[in-house]
């Protein structure tokens, strides 16, 4: 069993900054993505930004291109989600996941379902 734990939500105004931070607490990330989704009330979890561990490719969902980074320090075990010049449409809860098995699929890094591990969650909220 891994533990996620996100932190660094909080209540911004738009065009503000804010960084999330995903810690696995007694371990060392391992596997082969950390995934950053979000959920609305009454929406469905979606994809912001992934990270592949071996080679530390890059993904986003097309609405936060440019705003938002994701990256990873090893040294601290933590991913990060950078995100900058937020918008009201970025309010959420924001997860991060861990999915273990290598896969050879070009689309599992997006799919909520590929990932076996998962955070509780951080809220960001975005006032206009």
């Known amino acids: 069993q891994v533990q996620l734990v996100e932190s660094g939500g909080g209540l911004v105004q738009a065009g503000d900054s804010l960084t999330l931070s995903c810690t696995a607490p007694g371990r060392t990330f391992g596997g082969y993505a950390v995934g950053w989704f979000r959920q609305s009330p009454g929406a469905k979890r979606e994809f912001v930004a992934g990270i592949k561990l071996r080679d530390e490719n890059t993904y986003y969902t097309h609405s936060v291109e440019g705003r938002f980074t994701i990256s990873r320090n090893n040294a601290k075990n933590t991913v990060y989600l950078q995100m900058n010049n937020l918008k009201s449409e970025d309010t959420a809860a924001y997860y991060c996941?861990?999915?273990?098995?290598?896969?050879?699929?070009?689309?599992?890094?997006?799919?909520?379902?590929?990932?076996?591990?998962w955070g509780q969650g951080t809220q960001v909220t975005v006032s206009s």
């Open positions: 996941a861990l999915k273990v098995p290598d896969t050879t699929s070009r689309i599992a890094i997006y799919l909520a379902y590929e990932y076996d591990y």
